[in-house]
C-alpha cells in the first residue's frame, strides 16, 4: 500500500530533550516536505527537499533540523524542544514531474502529537 | 506571505451550496485545495495552475483568476462527507513550496 508513515504517533517530552520524528515513504516520491499544524494558524512548513541530500528552509525552521540521506527518509531533528514547539507535525511527499512542484498533489502522514513540557 | 482564506466557517444543511475563497497577496503561480477530517491528515482535492482554468471533483469545483490572485472552492449539492477542514496551498513561481491558508471549517448538518 503506497503510504507516508510517521513515527512515534505521539510523543510528550521535557524541554531540552533532543527528539526525532521519522518519516518515510514507499512512493518512491522526490519531494519530501514538513509541516506544523497549530489552530488558527492551518499548516505551516517547516523543511522541504528536492531530493536526496537537497533540503531548504520552509516558512517555520527556527527550531528543526532535518536530513535527507535516504530518498525514502525524511526525519525531523528538535535539537532542545521547547513548549512553544507543541503542535501537530505532518509529513508529505509528492512527485516532482519535470522537475517542476507544481503539478503533483501531496501525500501526507497521519499525523504527530508532539507536547513539550 | 498566508494566503487567506474566507469564510473562516460555515455551517450548511445537506443539499445546500456552499463557496470558499483563497486570496493571496502575491502573484501565483498555482493552488491546491486539500481537505482535512478532524483527526485525520489533509488529502488531496485539486490543484489549479495559472491561467485562470477551472477544475472539476465529482460535485466539487474550483476557479482561478491570476489577475486578482484568487481561487475559489465551490461545494454543490452538500454531502455530510463534504464536513471537514479546507486548506488553499498557493505556490509562488519558481517557489517550490506551499504556503497553506488558516482553513475554512465546513460543518454539514442533516
Known amino acids: 500500500e503506497a503510504q507516508v508513515t510517521q513515527n512515534p504517533r505521539y510523543l510528550i517530552t521535557v524541554t531540552g530533550k533532543k527528539l526525532t520524528v521519522t518519516c518515510s515513504q514507499n512512493?518512491?516520491?522526490?519531494?519530501m516536505s514538513w509541516y506544523r499544524q497549530d489552530p488558527g494558524l492551518g499548516l505551516r512548513q517547516i523543511y522541504y527537499?528536492?531530493?536526496?541530500?537537497?533540503?531548504d528552509k520552509g516558512d517555520v525552521p527556527e527550531g528543526y533540523k532535518v536530513s535527507r540521506k535516504e530518498k525514502r527518509n525524511f526525519p525531523l531533528i528538535l535539537e532542545s524542544p521547547s513548549p512553544n514547539q507543541t503542535s501537530l507535525y505532518f509529513c508529505?511527499?509528492?512527485?516532482?514531474?519535470?522537475?517542476?512542484?507544481?503539478?503533483?498533489?501531496?501525500?501526507f502522514g497521519p499525523g504527530t502529537r508532539l507536547t513539550v513540557l | 506571505q498566508q494566503p487567506v482564506q474566507s469564510p473562516q466557517a460555515v455551517i450548511l444543511r445537506e443539499g445546500e451550496d456552499a463557496v470558499i475563497n483563497c486570496s493571496s497577496s502575491?502573484?501565483?503561480?498555482?493552488v491546491h485545495w486539500y481537505r482535512q477530517k478532524h483527526g485525520e491528515a489533509p488529502v488531496f482535492l485539486m490543484i489549479?495552475?495559472?491561467?485562470?482554468e477551472q477544475k472539476g471533483h465529482e460535485k466539487i469545483s474550483a476557479s482561478f483568476n491570476e489577475k486578482k490572485q484568487q481561487s475559489s472552492l465551490y461545494l454543490t449539492a452538500s454531502q455530510l462527507s463534504y464536513s471537514g477542514t479546507y486548506f488553499c496551498?498557493?505556490?509562488?513561481?519558481?517557489?517550490?513550496?506551499?504556503?497553506f491558508g488558516q482553513g475554512t471549517r465546513l460543518t454539514i448538518n442533516p
Open positions: 508529505a511527499s509528492s512527485f516532482l514531474r519535470g522537475g517542476f512542484f507544481s503539478y503533483n498533489e501531496q501525500f
Open positions: 512512493m518512491n516520491h522526490e519531494y
Open positions: 527537499s528536492m531530493n536526496v541530500e537537497v533540503t
Open positions: 502575491k502573484a501565483l503561480y498555482s
Open positions: 489549479l495552475l495559472k491561467g485562470g
Open positions: 496551498g498557493t505556490e509562488i513561481e519558481g517557489a517550490q513550496k506551499l504556503v
